[in-house]
């Protein structure tokens, strides 16, 4: 089994930037993929970014591309998720999940492949 637990979010303006972070505890994040997924207000919890830890496969949701990058320190066993021009409709609830490493992009892509979740942080982006 694998403790998760997110930290990073806030209140931040349109246009600003956030880096979240995902730590592990009991179990090393090179056996698993990792992904980062978003829950706003009556909405069903989506994808935003997931990397095959060993592999170093990535995948980001269209949502994110060209502001979002996932990435990885090895050495302290996180993960993080770089938000730029972040935007009102950013705002949501990101979770942290962490599940079967397999270097395909839709298999990581899917929320149904991760076995353990963080409680979440909450990102609120402000007009």
């Known amino acids: 089994q694998v403790a998760l637990v997110e930290s990073g979010g806030g209140l931040v303006q349109a246009g600003g930037s956030l880096r979240l972070s995902c730590a592990a505890s009991g179990r090393s994040f090179s056996s698993y993929a990792v992904g980062w997924f978003r829950q706003a207000p009556g909405k069903e919890r989506e994808i935003v970014a997931a990397?095959?830890?060993?592999?170093?496969?990535?995948y980001y949701a269209d949502s994110g591309k060209g502001r979002f990058t996932i990435s990885r320190d090895n050495a302290k066993n996180t993960v993080y998720l770089q938000m730029n021009s972040l935007k009102p409709e950013d705002t949501a609830v990101y979770y942290c999940?962490?599940?079967?490493?397999?270097?395909?992009?839709?298999?990581?892509?899917?929320?149904?492949?991760?076995?353990?979740w963080g409680q979440g942080t909450q990102v609120t982006v402000s007009s």
């Open positions: 990397i095959s830890w060993r592999a170093g496969v990535t």
């Open positions: 999940a962490a599940g079967q490493s397999v270097p395909i992009q839709a298999v990581i892509a899917d929320k149904g492949s991760y076995n353990y």
